[in-house]
């Protein structure tokens, strides 16, 4: 039997999302989440995590996205642009990394200060991710295994979404930023064993990422090969609203419906897949 954990991002970053994720837990198949220590909606996001323990949460950590940082903008000064929020696009973070204007000592405080938050908030933590997968960029790789260690947390995801998914079909763009994070990803699971942390044995989500609706998400349950399984998912209500607010494109009702479909559960018994969270790795 398949084993597959359903996981939405962005948990906490907007009451929208929030509302989205509980519903696709409680109404659903969404069986994981990962929480935004800096989202507006974070509290929230922690009280309703709460009310439902069988949902698996994640810590979702962030250093892009135009999203505020933890730390006090002049503590961390290197990793903001000037509007004091992180950069926009993973992009950007990786072009200052590679001329040398990463402070790494500011990368670990203020990641540390997210994984310090989530881990105090009373929550059960099942594993660790980041928004656009910057934890698997080799000198953020370092520090996200020190932290990891830490803490005490040994699952995590690996975004190594399959070299030939979708390879001619998929615009050549998201084709070649996937192969470049699952090259990444790849190198990076080699350390695993040395550190005795856990992940999937296979991602979904890079090539649909923001647009996982039903037709790409029922797609990817009918071929799953046989292993472990994460597919990211993006569910959110009010798609205009979260437009105006996040500039990402992101299909956000579209894939809460995928979530809620009865074709979806359907799909999932047909072909004896069973949910699971990130807690359940042993």
């Known amino acids: 039997m398949n084993r597959l954990i359903i996981n939405a991002d962005d948990f906490g970053i907007h009451e929208e999302v929030n509302e989205a994720v509980r519903l696709a837990h409680e109404q659903g198949i969404l069986s994981s989440t990962s929480l935004l220590a800096s989202g507006r909606a974070y509290e929230e996001a922690v009280a309703i995590a709460k009310r439902f323990p069988k949902l698996g949460i994640g810590i979702h950590l962030c250093l892009v996205g135009s999203l505020p940082p933890l730390s006090d903008p002049g503590e961390v000064p290197s990793l903001l642009a000037d509007d004091g929020l992180f950069p926009e696009s993973y992009a950007t973070f990786i072009q200052k990394a590679y001329r040398g204007k990463i402070n790494y000592e500011e990368v670990y405080r203020e990641l540390d200060r997210q994984m310090n938050k989530i881990m105090t908030s009373g929550l059960p933590i099942t594993h660790v991710d980041s928004h656009q997968h910057l934890h698997v960029l080799p000198p953020v790789w370092r520090i996200v295994c020190s932290l990891m260690k830490k803490y005490g947390l040994h699952r995590l995801r690996l975004p190594r ?29 080699r350390d695993l064993p040395a550190l005795r942390f856990l992940s999937t044995d296979h991602f979904w989500g890079m090539v649909d990422g923001g647009n996982m609706n039903s037709a790409n998400l029922a797609y990817i349950l009918k071929q799953l090969p046989f292993g472990i399984h994460e597919i990211m998912m993006h569910p959110g209500r009010n798609k205009e609203l ?28 047909k072909n004896r897949i069973m949910l699971i969270t990130y807690g359940d790795l042993p």
């Not at 990402?248 to 018994?269: G, V």
Request: hydrophobic content about 45%.
């Open 161 to 189: 979404e399959a070299y030939c998914f979708k390879m001619l079909t998929a615009r050549p763009g998201r084709v070649l930023g996937r192969n470049g994070l699952t090259f990444l990803a790849e190198k990076a699971a």
């Open 242 to 269: 979260l437009s105006r607010r996040y500039a990402w494109h992101y299909h956000w009702d579209e894939e809460l419906a995928a979530l809620l479909s009865p074709a979806m559960k359907e799909i999932l018994q």
